[in-house]
């Protein structure tokens, strides 16, 4: 089956709301805490010179906020792909150095695909709809492999296939 397009803007699309609103929450949360809070309680000598705090400061938050985003990305990107949704959630939050968003992205499952006959998302290795029992991938009758629709031929077993509809 072909894997739909994806772009970055369809991708970004399905970050959900909650994830934008607590990355700006914690962009807002790095700039309170280092231009307010921690300038208060160091010596002004102990920090650097302020255009260096400054860039600290803005791109600090930013990261912070493209971190969630991303976890926001994962929750809902699993989701769709029939994935263990809070484990690769929690996976990529509590496995350092990005390592859970490596894992993710080598191993994450191709989308899911709706089922031609009722609609329902499937998986894109599924064979059958779970829900109609539409065979979504068609077989060769006599061997059992799946085949392309307008075969005549199975490849494997050379019988006839013609008459098997997908
Ligand atoms: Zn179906
Ligand atoms: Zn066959």
């Given at each position: 089956?072909?894997?739909?397009?994806?772009?970055?803007?369809?991708?970004?699309?399905?970050?959900?709301?909650?994830?934008?609103?607590?990355?700006?929450?914690?962009?807002?949360?790095?700039?309170?805490?280092?231009?307010?809070?921690?300038?208060?309680?160091?010596?002004?000598?102990?920090?650097?010179?302020?255009?260096?705090?400054?860039?600290?400061?803005?791109?600090?938050?930013?990261?912070?906020?493209?971190?969630?985003l991303?976890?926001?990305?994962?929750?809902?990107?699993?989701?769709?792909?029939?994935?263990n949704?809070?484990?690769?959630?929690?996976?990529?939050?509590?496995?350092?150095?990005?390592?859970?968003?490596?894992?993710?992205?080598?191993?994450?499952?191709?989308l899911?695909?709706?089922?031609?006959?009722?609609g329902?998302?499937?998986?894109?290795?599924?064979r059958?709809?779970?829900k109609?029992?539409?065979?979504?991938?068609?077989?060769c009758?006599?061997?059992?492999?799946?085949?392309?629709?307008?075969?005549?031929?199975?490849?494997?077993?050379?019988?006839?296939?013609?008459?098997?509809?997908?």
């Open positions: 089956m072909n894997q739909p397009k994806s772009t970055f803007r369809s991708e970004v699309a399905i970050i959900p709301g909650i994830a934008w609103w607590l990355a700006l929450l914690a962009w807002v949360l790095v700039q309170v805490i280092l231009v307010v809070i921690v300038p208060h309680h160091a010596h002004p000598k102990d920090l650097p010179p302020m255009p260096v705090w400054a860039l600290i400061t803005v791109l600090g938050g930013t990261i912070l906020g493209v971190v969630i991303m976890i926001g990305y994962v929750n809902a990107d699993s989701k769709r792909r029939g994935m949704s809070l484990l690769w959630t929690l996976l990529v939050i509590f496995v350092p150095k990005a390592l859970g968003f490596i894992a993710y992205f080598l191993l994450r499952k191709p899911m695909l709706p089922c031609p006959k009722c329902r998302a499937v998986g894109a290795d599924f059958y709809c779970p109609c029992g539409h065979a979504i991938s068609p077989m009758a006599h061997c059992g492999r799946s085949i392309q629709s307008d075969y005549v031929c199975c490849p494997y077993c050379g019988k006839n296939v013609a008459v098997v509809a997908s």
